[in-house]
């Protein structure tokens, strides 16, 4: 069945004015434009963005064929999100696995990348929050493919490897964590969202 509708969540301090949200906003306008796009801006606090994701996600229509992109934390909530919409096709960017241990060290105020006069107050209570929102193996993992760069300075790829078993992994020699080099990965994580079509160098 065609896909109608593409959710891409970001990540913690971004905003949809992402640089791979609007690549990928751009790409389908051109290539997929009868896909229904949506790109929240996801609250700091977890429970929130949980929410947020879960409401927009019981409005789609009964027959709505949904694809998932999450990048870093945007990728630990599309897990998350995947574990019910069991039937989507998912994407994970440089997906954050442990973002309660890694975010500890972000308590405090925060201001957004793409607008620093905009702040907020990342706190212990988001920390138990993201302990809480953690799922288990999802239950369709040949619906998801992960893209992790080894050369990602934030997070750690063996990690993400470990976490998703039996999904489609593409591993990106080198690489950064914003992966940089998206719009060259942009067919290929279309085409595995559209069709299936796992990229040539995934196991």
């Known amino acids: 069945m ?4 593409l959710l891409y969540l970001h990540g913690f301090r971004s905003s949809p004015q992402s640089f791979k949200a609007q690549l990928l906003k751009a790409y389908l306008a ?30 789609l229509p009964a027959d709505a064929r949904l694809g998932i992109v999450g990048s870093s934390l945007g990728g630990f909530y599309a897990t998350w999100l995947a574990a019910k919409a069991v039937t989507a096709r998912v994407v994970l960017l440089n997906p ?24 907020f107050t990342f706190t212990a209570a988001h920390v138990a929050q993201l302990e809480a929102l953690a799922v288990g193996l999802l239950p369709n993992p040949e619906r998801v493919l992960l893209v992790a ?10 990690e993400m490897v470990a976490r998703y078993p039996g999904a489609h992994h ?15 990965l942009l067919p290929q994580v279309v085409a595995f969202l559209v069709a299936h079509t796992v990229p040539g160098a995934a196991l």
């Not at 065609?2 to 509708?5: S, V």
């Not at 973002?99 to 793409?114: M, S």
């Open 2 to 5: 065609a896909l109608t509708h």
């Open 30 to 59: 051109e290539h997929h434009p009868e896909i229904v796009w949506h790109c929240p801006a996801l609250p700091p606090a977890p429970f929130a963005a949980a929410a947020l994701i879960d409401r927009w996600y019981a409005a």
């Open 96 to 119: 954050a696995i442990y973002p309660a241990r890694d975010l500890r060290a972000q308590i405090g105020e925060q201001t957004c990348w793409h607008d620093p006069t905009q702040r």
């Open 149 to 158: 760069a080894k050369g990602d300075e934030l997070l750690d790829w063996r």
């Open 170 to 184: 593409w591993m990106l020699e080198g690489g950064d964590h914003a992966l940089s080099n998206f719009s060259e």
